[in-house]
Every structure is written in C-alpha cells, then in structure tokens.
C-alpha cells in the first residue's frame, strides 16, 4: 500500500486551557498559561519502554471496567493478571513493527513541554468488516494521568484524523466501555457518535 505523506513531524500543538471559577451570582474563567505538545511517530527503541508501559495500562484499566461490569468486587487474578500484561505488552511492542511495516498503522506519541511522555496512540487504516468499507480505528489511546483534563486527548485524536485524512481515509472508529466516562467524554466532545452496541452475557457454571 502506498504510503501517505508523513504530516507529523515536529508537529508542535499549543493548547489553551481555562479553569471554571464559580462565584456567586454568576462564573468566570481564569486562563491558564497555554500547554505545548510535540506529536511524533514512535521510534523503534528508543520508545519501546513507553509504549510497552502504556499498552500495559490500557489493558489492566479494561479488565478492571469489565471485572466491574461483571458485578464482581474482587479479582483473585488481579496478581497474576498484571503479570501476564506485563509479558504480553514486552510481546506487543515486538508486534509493532510489523504492523508500521505494512504501511497500515502508525503508533502515534504525544511529548509534553519538557519532552516528558503526555500520551501514546495506536492508529490503523482497515476495512469495516461490517460496512465493508474502509475506515480508521485508533485500536489504543492512552493518556498520563498527569495530563488528562488538559488537551493531550484531544491532540491525539487531531492528529490520529490527520494521518487518516492524508491516506483518503473518510471515517474512523473507537471502541470504549460505556462506564469509561471521561474516554466517552473524550469522544463525544471531538464529534464521535454511537452507531451500534457490543452485548454481553455472563454464562453461569
């Protein structure tokens, strides 16, 4: 597959965030001083620690939304659970390249002012198996909880549509479980809408 032109590099994004002061009678804003992000693609080794680390996470938060779903309170695997993430996150970044090598996918990283880790994205240009069309799908987001309320969400979608926009692609989807409020949160306020439902039922033994 032909490869799009590469619209990331050194894509610097400022974004001015205001902070909400209730008053009596009435509200007002305060402005904050504005944050710059980098967005870059993912460099293989230097970033293989971050990614791996951030793949790790995503995939504990979701066993933890589904574990909650299920109506369960506690998780005896949760021990052995964050360890196998841990080995399968070591494997996933491995898998990386492959995936980048086919033209297919990027792996997006967001850099905050200091150059520190912001948030990581995973981004690919597939076909609805459904539709049978082609579309994008941002498989992974996952920001610092250090800067989450703070815009590195909303930049990596920008610059997840950009990719996807370069290479002719019209649509794109996300997958969230419906009690991660602030990922639906995320998407709703950047124009994603629900078009259809997973259901699930637990199966007694």
């Not at 008053?23 to 293989?44: D, E, H, K, M, N």
């Not at 009690?179 to 259901?199: F, P, S």
Request: net charge positive; hydrophobic share 35%.
């Amino acid at each position: 597959m032909k490869r799009a032109p590469n619209l990331l590099r050194s894509g610097k994004q400022t974004v001015q965030k205001r902070r909400e002061s209730k008053r009596q009678g009435g509200s007002s804003s305060i402005a904050l001083p504005p944050v710059s992000f980098v967005v870059r693609p993912y460099a293989t080794g230097r970033d293989n620690a971050r990614v791996a680390r951030c793949h790790s996470e995503l995939l504990l938060r979701q066993q933890q939304l589904w574990h909650k779903l299920s109506g369960l309170t506690d998780d005896p695997q949760e021990p052995k659970r964050s360890s196998e993430t841990t080995r399968e996150a070591a494997n996933w970044v491995r898998q990386l390249g492959m995936m980048i090598g086919r033209g297919d996918a990027v792996v997006l990283l967001l850099d905050g002012p200091a150059g520190e880790s912001a948030a990581y994205a995973l981004v690919t240009d597939t076909v609805d198996p459904l539709a049978m069309e082609r579309t994008g799908i941002v498989g992974e987001l996952y920001v610092e909880p250090e800067w989450r309320g703070k815009g590195a969400g909303q930049q990596m979608l920008q610059a997840a549509e950009r990719w996807l926009r370069a290479r002719g692609v019209r649509s794109v989807q996300v997958f969230v479980t419906r009690t991660n409020a602030d990922a639906v949160d995320l998407y709703t306020r950047a124009g994603y809408v629900t078009y259809d439902y997973r259901m699930v039922k637990t199966l007694s033994t």
